[in-house]
């Protein structure tokens, strides 16, 4: 259980195009997932929190024109990186939390991760 | 602000030994979750362990364990009978409610000796 998917798992683009990477709750429904970025050898670092249904709220210095967020139903959310530069190029990671729920079948109020997307910008 | 602070860059251990990895973060909260994820060579965050601050017990999970010190605001890791698996990045994670702001420390990276 509680299992996230990303695609793709790793991307190469050119300079002023734009990526889009999905996050899939694969047997649960989330109505919040969470977009991180996470340099080498560092920790993660949190975007930008997606709710369905609505906008996203991103963190202090993402842009949001940028990094465009739509969480379109209770099991995807899209990133997409419009007109990518090569220092967008970095690891994204996408989470989805379990509902808060008592009784729920999942550790409840807990976020589970994707395996991430690589994405490198020549 | 919520900060996690995890003072062991890198951390060191003799397979079927144990070690315990640091771990404090600060808070006005009385209601939070804490948590610590193992990110392997593939980079998938997995969850280890997860403690609610309003239970006194320390939760366990087979061979990981913690220890909660509320007052000292302190969640240190303890894998037992470590194993080459355990090869990793282990990040200590704080949640409050709702889990809308999840704050990582910087990590550990743990090494396993054969």
């Known amino acids: 259980g509680a299992v996230v998917s990303q695609h793709p798992s790793w991307v190469i683009c050119k300079s002023g195009t734009s990526v889009k990477i999905e996050c899939r709750s694969l047997?649960?429904?989330?109505?919040?997932m969470f977009w991180y970025r996470q340099f080498p050898k560092q920790s993660l670092m949190l975007m930008a929190t997606s709710n369905e249904g609505s906008k996203a709220t991103y963190e202090q210095g993402v842009e949001k024109d940028k990094f465009l967020i739509n969480h379109a139903s209770l099991t995807l959310s899209t990133l997409t990186v419009t007109s990518a530069h090569p220092e967008d190029s970095s690891f994204y990671i996408c989470?989805?939390?379990?509902?808060?729920?008592?009784?729920?079948?999942?550790?409840?109020?807990?976020?589970?991760f994707g395996p991430g997307t690589r994405l490198t910008v020549l | 602000a919520q900060t996690v602070t995890q003072s062991q860059p890198e951390m060191s251990v003799q397979e079927a030994e144990t070690v315990t990895l640091s771990c404090t973060y600060d808070t006005s909260e009385s209601d939070y979750y804490l948590f610590w994820y193992k990110q392997p060579p593939s980079r998938q965050m997995i969850l280890v362990i997860r403690q609610e601050a309003y239970k006194q017990q320390n939760a366990t999970e087979n061979r990981f364990s913690v220890n909660f010190q509320k007052a000292a605001k302190s969640f240190s890791l303890k894998i037992s009978d470590s194993q080459l698996g355990d090869a990793a990045m282990y990040f200590c994670a704080y949640g409050v409610y709702n889990n809308n702001d999840m704050r990582f420390g910087a990590g550990t990276r743990l090494t396993v000796k054969p």
């Open positions: 989470s989805a939390l379990t509902p808060l729920i008592p009784g729920y079948k999942l550790r409840t109020d807990t976020q589970y």
């Open positions: 047997d649960f429904q989330a109505t919040t």
